[in-house]
Each structure stands twice: as structure tokens, then as C-alpha cells.
T-cell receptor, first 113, second 111 residues
């Protein structure tokens, strides 16, 4: 399985600011995904990021709030903009390895004050 | 629509007890099914998977069988350990590659 790293591992931010999360995979992958895990909740897909095209967002998530970049086959960033306390969550990236199986990064724990 | 339903937690067991965590799904077609585990303070780890009916996924003493007739993928372990304490997520891939997750079940194993 690929090794996925995320930076930062955690951060505390002030409301109104933005946080950019980086996701690095140690092998080339076509599809990468960004999920949000709100406190005590399950994971919800934010968007699918394919290299060379615009990210595809799920219902309830918009590009202005969660801009995503995918400059190459091993890297992606998620920015959470105009932060509010409701954005306090764990943000996880994942990739698609072979058929069906996704592997996840360790997550970024965001607290918005 | 597509959904995954898991039993409510927390599940509290004594060490060496038998574990079952129920998972059922609703989907068109035949999804691939997964169990992920999240240990305290960590990210998600793939525990096991099954890609077609009657497949049995297994890993670290955990097992789950893909039952098409009951649309279920229950997680079982014959003898749990304290180190198994974690949150367990059932998930499915309906072919669009992104995963649909259940709500998660917290397992607490007491010595």
C-alpha cells in the first residue's frame, strides 16, 4: 500500500483565516479524495481530486470554501477558507490503490477559535 | 440512495469475549465492502475487505463475510484484546470510487 502523509498534523486557527492542508503520496495515483470527520462523527466526502482537471465536489461542499489543487500524481492540497468554529474537524486525504481499495493519510486536526 | 448502517456504540466487552459489530448496506448493484479501524488519535487503517458476494475478508483475527441476500457485512472476532479498543467503520464503494461510510462503532475492551 502507498504511504500517505499530511501536513500539518494539527493546527489551531482564528476564525476568518484559512488553512491549507497538504497530502503527499509516495507513488503516482490517479484519484485522490478529501474527507471531513466532524467531532464524534463518521467521514463525509468533500471532493474527488484528479490530476489535470477540476475537483468534483459533493453536495454541500463548494469550491470557494474548499479549493483543491492537484498539480501532479503524488500531491494535493485542500484549503479550508474563511474559517468558523463549525469547520473544526479532522480532514483526511486518501488515494485509490489498485481496484477499489482506498488508503488514508493520518489526518489533520483543525480547531477553529 | 446509497447508505451504510452500523450498530450503535459504544460496545463494551471483557478481554477474550466474542465480538460482533453489525453492518448493513443499501445500494444499487453490488458494491465492494470494507471495514476500517481508527485507533485513538490516529487516522483510518484498512482492516479487511470483500469485493463480491460470499467473499470473506479477514485480518488480525477479524472476519467479515459479504452476504448479498441480507445485504450485510458483519464484523466478528473470536477473542478481543484490550488493544482492539478503537472505532470501527463499515464502508462501501458502489463503483464511483469514493467511499460511503457508516456512523462508526466504538469498541471498548476491558481487561
Amino acid at each position: 500500500s502507498a504511504v500517505i502523509s499530511q501536513k500539518p498534523s494539527r493546527d489551531i486557527c482564528q476564525r476568518g483565516t484559512s488553512l491549507t492542508i497538504q497530502c503527499q503520496v509516495d507513488s503516482q495515483v490517479t484519484m485522490m479524495f478529501w474527507y471531513r470527520q466532524q467531532p464524534g462523527q463518521s467521514l463525509t466526502l468533500i471532493a474527488t481530486a484528479n490530476q489535470g482537471s477540476e475537483a468534483t465536489y459533493e453536495s454541500g461542499f463548494v469550491i470557494d470554501k474548499f479549493p483543491i489543487s492537484r498539480p501532479n500524481l503524488t500531491f494535493s492540497t485542500l484549503t479550508v477558507s474563511n474559517l468558523s468554529p463549525e469547520d473544526s474537524s479532522i480532514y483526511l486525504c486518501s488515494d485509490q490503490q489498485g481496484a477499489e481499495t482506498q488508503y488514508f493519510g493520518p489526518g489533520t486536526r483543525l480547531l477553529v477559535l | 440512495g446509497n447508505s451504510v448502517t452500523q450498530m450503535e456504540g459504544p460496545v463494551t466487552l471483557s478481554e477474550e469475549a466474542f465480538l460482533t459489530i453489525n453492518c448493513t448496506y443499501t445500494a444499487t448493484g453490488y458494491p465492494s465492502l470494507f471495514w476500517y479501524v481508527q485507533y485513538p488519535g490516529e487516522g483510518l487503517q484498512l482492516l479487511l475487505k470483500a469485493t463480491k458476494a460470499d467473499d470473506k475478508g479477514s485480518n488480525k483475527g477479524f472476519e467479515a463475510t459479504y452476504r448479498k441476500e441480507t445485504t450485510s457485512f458483519h464484523l466478528e472476532k473470536g477473542s478481543v484484546q484490550v488493544s482492539d479498543s478503537a472505532v470501527y467503520f463499515c464502508a462501501m464503494d458502489t463503483g464511483r470510487r469514493a467511499l460511503t461510510f457508516g456512523s462508526g462503532t466504538r469498541l471498548q475492551v476491558q481487561p
